[in-house]
């Protein structure tokens, strides 16, 4: 099949939107099929801001990136807008697509939808954000209600509707006959350190024997200053306990700041961008993944489940559907960071537990694999022709 996939998020920016149709698309380009990427252009700046230079980023030989121009939304860090001017159209009727697939609907799930409907080929549209988080930046309630039923519009244009979570298809597909659950692809592999080289990690990134790890975009909405004030409480209880954060965002500084305010600047790193290979070789010097934002389906969350990480996450947005609490991770509710301290102490207290969590965190999301992700797509888009 030849597959047109439009997203307004791509590399190089920190998203699980991105990782997780760059997955996807490297997987069913493996298997013959040909992919095209429509997706902004990012400027030098969006590569420095995770510490790399502008490079395309090379896929299987089956992948073309088309890359559109763009303006930054500062008040996304790395985010890009798109106009939708119908810019993709000569291209789309060169390639000549049998699917098209919008991951977002910004101004290049506009372009899809408008090459959709010239051209009569199938579309497949995919909601990754729950409503909270849809909305979080807009001040006013009017401005919130149209942009909830834009996203109502703009969703139900499409043949078939997919999201990672059925909440967020309960409030988004009007058609329930359109739905279908689509997981986001793990697409990470875990990595065995020896002895040394595990020493000489921790030496070199300044961990301990008790690591806590956070993995995405640093910004307020994913509840880092939560963790930070857990880490409070319990500096005194858990010798030499730290909190790594990997990636890059907006509040960066401001969480700096507050690991100062809260007297816990040694005991909380910032590690800026890391590639897949260097986070499995974090993840397996830590103990617990956190995540105390509203998330559909945390893409970081499940890889570090699947490399045997208990996650701790808020009892919100999609996270309950991944997480048994108690059995493969915990959920705490939002913003309560004194339970979050409660329940990092019990897995601190009761490494067997931790252990058997583990355990159970590790195959409750091996049916998320980048092969299992692909086979239900490649039979959404042949149930459309």
């Not at 939304?73 to 001017?85: A, E, M, T, Y």
């Not at 004030?229 to 954060?245: D, G, R, T, Y």
């Not at 970081?300 to 609490?325: E, H, K, R, T």
Request: hydrophobic share 40%; net charge positive.
């Amino acid at each position: 099949m030849r597959i047109a996939i439009f997203s307004d998020n791509f590399y190089p920016e920190i998203s699980g939107v991105a990782d997780s149709i760059m997955d996807t698309g490297e997987t069913l380009a493996k298997r013959g099929h040909k992919i095209r990427f429509y997706v902004p252009r990012y400027s030098d700046d969006d590569f420095k801001f995770i510490g790399l230079k502008n490079k395309e980023k090379i896929f299987n030989k089956n992948v073309k990136i088309v890359r559109l121009s763009s303006f930054p939304l500062k008040s996304l860090g790395q985010g890009r807008l798109v106009i939708p001017f119908g810019r993709v159209l000569m291209d789309i009727k060169k390639f000549n697509p049998d699917i098209i697939h919008a991951h977002t609907m910004g101004g290049l799930g506009i372009e899809a939808l408008i090459a959709s409907k010239l051209y009569k080929i199938p579309l497949v549209l995919t909601n990754h954000s729950p409503k909270e988080e849809l909305v979080k930046n807009i001040k006013s309630s009017i401005g919130k209600s149209a942009f909830i039923r834009y996203n109502l519009w703009f969703y139900n244009r499409g043949d078939i509707i997919t999201s990672p979570s059925l909440k967020i298809l309960d409030y988004t597909c009007l058609n329930k006959d359109k739905a279908r659950v689509v997981p986001n692809p793990i697409g990470i592999q875990g990595i065995s350190l020896s002895n040394k080289k595990k020493t000489e990690v921790k030496n070199n990134l300044g961990l301990s024997n008790f690591n806590l790890v956070f993995c995405g975009r640093v910004v307020k909405s994913k509840g880092i200053g939560e963790v930070i004030k857990a880490v409070s409480l319990l500096k005194h209880k858990i010798q030499n306990i730290k909190f790594i954060v990997i990636g890059q965002g907006t509040d960066r500084d401001y969480f700096e700041k507050m690991s100062e305010q809260f007297e816990v600047k040694d005991n909380v790193k910032f590690l800026g961008y890391k590639n897949k290979r260097e986070i499995a070789k974090i993840y397996s010097l830590c103990q617990l993944f956190i995540i105390m934002g509203v998330e559909n389906q945390p893409l970081a969350a499940m890889q570090a489940m699947y490399l045997g990480l208990p996650f701790i996450g808020s009892n919100a947005g999609g996270v309950p559907n991944l997480v048994d609490d108690g059995k493969n991770g915990f959920l705490i509710e939002l913003g309560d960071y004194k339970s979050l301290a409660k329940t990092i102490l019990y897995c601190y207290t009761h490494p067997q537990v931790t252990k058997n969590i583990s355990i159970n965190a590790e195959k409750s999301v091996e049916k998320f694999s980048s092969k299992n992700v692909a086979n239900i797509l490649e039979n959404i888009y042949k149930s459309l022709l």
